[in-house]
């Protein structure tokens, strides 16, 4: 399996160098290093707490039977993070099973570009209207969210919270009910309220990047 993978485009990376203290992709040049998706641990969430530059959001409340699906980020070869993306899953609201994913990550990592079918690592002006289509909670913020464009499969939202983007994409695209509607999120870097909820598999779609 491999370590780290370009979270632009999932191409192998190049190690560092004594020339060069960074991944390479041979695409995208420079970029953080995409760690493979693991199972929800409080270790894992523990040790990024330490060392993540971004927020690691979960929600605050889940709907019954809903659970966390998988844990994945990205990060420097000296283990800062700059992305962390969390998978849940449970039963929607019309169409059977839903999977929603909730990224944080800084500026020019690319990783909520490649999940949501963007062509660059970054939203664009066009992507932001006069208004935001709704706003969810982050910590004491109510932070705006503006729908994207995306495959037909899914739907995804985008906006930016403590000078990160946040993204938000979920399957299918009926999903926006369950997206925004009430929901608050919160980082576990200062709270822990995440440890009560249950515990799945990891989810798929923190894998199927292409």
Same mark, same amino acid.
């Not at 060069?20 to 695409?27: A, K, N």
């Not at 990550?105 to 970054?122: N, V």
């Not at 979920?170 to 369950?178: E, F, K, N, Q, V």
């Not at 009430?182 to 292409?210: C, I, M, T």
């Given at each position: 399996?491999?370590? =780290?993978?370009?979270?632009?485009?999932?191409?192998? /990376?190049?190690?560092?160098?004594?020339?060069?203290?960074?991944?390479?992709?041979?695409?995208? +040049?420079?970029? $953080?290093?995409?760690?493979?998706?693991?199972?929800?641990?409080?270790?894992?969430?523990?040790?990024?707490?330490?060392?993540?530059?971004?927020?690691?959001?979960?929600?605050?409340?889940?709907?019954?039977?809903? /659970?966390? #699906?998988?844990?994945?980020?990205?990060?420097?070869?000296?283990?800062?993070?700059?992305? =962390?993306?969390?998978?849940?899953?449970?039963?929607?609201?019309?169409?059977?099973?839903?999977?929603?994913?909730?990224?944080?990550?800084?500026?020019?990592?690319?990783? +909520?570009?490649?999940?949501?079918?963007?062509?660059?690592?970054?939203?664009?002006?066009?992507?932001?209207?006069? $208004?935001?289509?709704?706003?969810?909670?982050?910590?004491?913020? !109510? #932070? +705006?969210?503006? $729908?994207?464009?995306?495959?037909?499969?899914?739907?995804? %939202?985008?906006?930016?919270?403590?000078?990160?983007?946040?993204?938000?994409?979920?399957?299918?695209? !009926?999903?926006?009910?369950?997206?925004?509607?009430? /929901?608050?999120?919160?980082?576990?870097?200062?709270?822990?309220?995440?440890?009560? %909820?249950?515990?799945?598999?990891?989810?798929?779609? /923190?894998?199927?990047?292409?």
């Amino acid at each position: 399996m491999r370590a =780290v993978e370009c979270p632009r485009c999932g191409k192998d /990376l190049l190690p560092p160098s004594l020339l060069e203290y960074q991944y390479r992709c041979p695409v995208h +040049g420079q970029v $953080s290093g995409l760690r493979q998706p693991v199972p929800v641990s409080d270790t894992d969430v523990a040790d990024l707490a330490k060392r993540s530059a971004v927020p690691i959001w979960f929600p605050r409340n889940l709907p019954e039977a809903w /659970l966390l #699906t998988g844990l994945r980020w990205a990060e420097s070869p000296r283990r800062e993070t700059v992305a =962390v993306v969390l998978g849940i899953s449970g039963k929607g609201l019309a169409q059977g099973p839903t999977d929603v994913l909730i990224l944080a990550e800084q500026p020019g990592c690319g990783l +909520g570009a490649r999940y949501t079918g963007l062509a660059t690592p970054d939203p664009d002006e066009e992507c932001f209207g006069a $208004s935001p289509s709704s706003r969810v909670r982050t910590g004491h913020r !109510s #932070t +705006g969210m503006w $729908s994207l464009q995306a495959p037909t499969d899914r739907v995804a %939202f985008v906006g930016e919270a403590d000078g990160d983007w946040l993204w938000i994409i979920g399957w299918p695209d !009926s999903a926006w009910s369950l997206l925004l509607d009430g /929901l608050e999120l919160v980082d576990a870097r200062y709270d822990d309220s995440y440890k009560r %909820f249950g515990v799945g598999a990891v989810n798929p779609r /923190l894998k199927a990047l292409g």
